[in-house]
């Protein structure tokens, strides 16, 4: 009986279950799109009972349409948007307020309050993360103050608080778990990069009953089974794993200074620091990538908020496109966007500028602007963002880039990826398997109940897709780059 492994790579736009094989081959793929509400500007909310709903449903649905059965699934590997908070209650399982998701600003008045308290330094130093409202701590709290009695629910050990593994592995095993991964907890800002456990300062500085939070545990193991309820059979559980993490697991990002980009709904730049854990001085992140057996990999983390989803936001808030594929050709139709720059600032700036008021804007507008040059120009938005993202890291690190390792959605699209080389002047290269968050997960899975022997035997399942070399002369890019950096004051200084 042939064996596979199962990765569910829960997304901020859909959830996608997928079966690979030992070579990394994709067997199959099921995937359904995911609700965003937006109920106040800002705010992004999702259902939780969507997500498991969606969550069951490409499990079912891969399964039927590669013709395996789920006593063929070696283990299952759980990869996710990461931050996204769910508070649920521990006996009915039912969530009691949406999902906050990662992207949300609705919680920033904790963290407005906490700088004026003058606690930056104290938790950049304890988490690795910036004081801002993507991470899940001020959401947590911004549910225990607005729903009835839930501060004291939690206190009683009445509710659970998950970032979305946790949420998948409790309705995976039937209320019977609730843990969550390193790589996971280093986002909630109240983990110690440190010790990988709950910081009880941090705790107590955000009045959170250690009650609800769920277990840490290492990114790559058998965490417990899926209830056999659900499938008929017992699949363990294998990996969860931050899904920006997982991709540079994918990537096989193992050596330190390896970096990719994920240009999904944002873009995510992560440097693979091995055990070092480097404190940024340009506007970056640290946290973990995971741990495995008894070794823990750091990286270095520029978050880019909006990137894939200012594409979506040209096909149903502009409707200029009907298809997010199609910006291909439309910026191709230009020899140049003409001094047209989109800052898709719509849920503030993340890194290296951490502005969450920020606003998005259009600069360089003439009576010759048309419609594709405000496609060309956002899609362009996302390399810049990039580009700004992996100076700081350069600095930060001290090394240069010789090559970017991409994947991701937007990944797809040509032209983004010849106009990224283009502004950084080097390589740019996609993988072969577009899907290497669902892979990595795979991978840490595999891992775990001896499917892969180690991380040799995947480096070599490695393979270049296609690559992009600079065409560029130097005094373009400097204008081009010029004319962003100024665009981009103008937003910091409003
Ligand atoms: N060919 C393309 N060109 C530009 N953007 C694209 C293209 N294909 C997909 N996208 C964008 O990529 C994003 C989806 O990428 P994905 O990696 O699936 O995201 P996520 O994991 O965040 O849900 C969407 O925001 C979509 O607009
Ligand atoms: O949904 P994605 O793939 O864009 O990822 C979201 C990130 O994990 C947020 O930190």
Not at 4 to 25: C, K
Not at 292 to 299: A, F, H, P, R, T
Request: hydrophobic share 40%.
């Amino acid at each position: 009986m042939k064996r596979y492994v199962m990765a569910i790579d829960q997304g901020t736009t859909s959830t996608r279950a997928m079966l690979f094989d030992e070579e990394s081959n994709v067997l199959g793929i099921a995937q359904r799109e995911l609700e965003n509400y937006y109920p106040q500007p800002g705010w992004v909310e999702q259902n939780a009972n969507d997500i498991w709903a969606t969550c069951a449903g490409v499990i079912f649905e891969v399964l039927a349409k590669c013709g395996v059965s789920a006593q063929q699934i070696a283990a299952i590997g759980i990869t996710n948007q990461r931050e996204t908070t769910v508070i649920w209650d521990r006996k009915t399982g039912q969530p009691i307020y949406f999902a906050i998701v990662w992207q949300s600003r609705q919680s920033d008045d904790y963290i407005q309050e906490m700088k004026r308290a003058g606690k930056e330094s104290f938790i950049r130093k304890k988490t690795g993360l910036l004081l801002d409202p993507y991470f899940s701590a001020s959401k947590i709290r911004w549910i225990l103050d607005h729903v009835d009695g839930a501060q004291q629910r939690a206190e009683a050990g009445e509710l659970c608080f998950g970032t979305i593994d946790s949420w998948l592995i409790w309705k995976l095993t039937q209320g019977k778990v609730h843990v969550s991964d390193v790589s996971n907890a280093s986002r909630t800002m109240l983990m110690n990069l440190k010790t990988l456990q709950y910081d009880p300062e941090l705790l107590k500085l955000w009045n959170i009953p250690a009650a609800m939070l769920p277990d840490i545990r290492a990114t790559s193991e058998v965490y417990g089974v899926c209830d056999s309820g659900l499938f008929g059979v017992e699949i363990p559980i294998g990996a969860a794993v931050g899904d920006q993490q997982a991709a540079l697991f994918g990537q096989t990002c193992f050596e330190a200074g390896s970096v990719k980009n994920t240009y999904g709904t944002g873009c995510f730049l992560l440097m693979n620091t091995r055990d070092q854990i480097i404190s940024s001085k340009h506007g970056l992140i640290t946290c973990v990538g995971w741990k495995l057996g008894q070794e823990v990999d750091y990286v270095l983390e520029g978050s880019v908020f909006v990137a894939g989803a200012a594409i979506q936001w040209l096909r149903d808030g502009l409707k200029i496109i009907a298809d997010s594929a199609e910006t291909q050709k439309c910026a191709e139709s230009l020899s140049s966007s003409d001094g047209v720059y989109v800052v898709p600032a719509f849920t503030g700036l993340g890194a290296p500028y951490w502005k969450p008021q920020a606003k998005g804007a259009i600069f360089g507008l003439t009576r010759g602007t048309t419609q594709n040059h405000i496609i060309r120009a956002t899609l362009e938005s996302l390399a810049y963002q990039t580009y700004d993202v992996i100076e700081a890291m350069k600095q930060d690190a001290g090394v240069e880039l010789c090559a970017l390792q991409v994947d991701g959605g937007a990944s797809r699209n040509d032209y983004l990826l010849q106009f990224q080389s283009d502004l950084l002047n080097c390589r740019v290269q996609r993988s072969l398997v577009s899907e290497t968050t669902a892979l990595g997960a795979a991978y840490l899975a595999g891992l775990a109940v001896g499917y892969w022997p180690d991380k040799e035997t995947i480096k070599a399942n490695y393979h270049v897709g296609a690559a992009f070399e600079s065409k560029l002369d130097f005094k373009t890019r400097t204008k081009l780059l010029k004319g962003w950096k100024d665009c981009i004051h103008a937003l910091l200084e409003k």
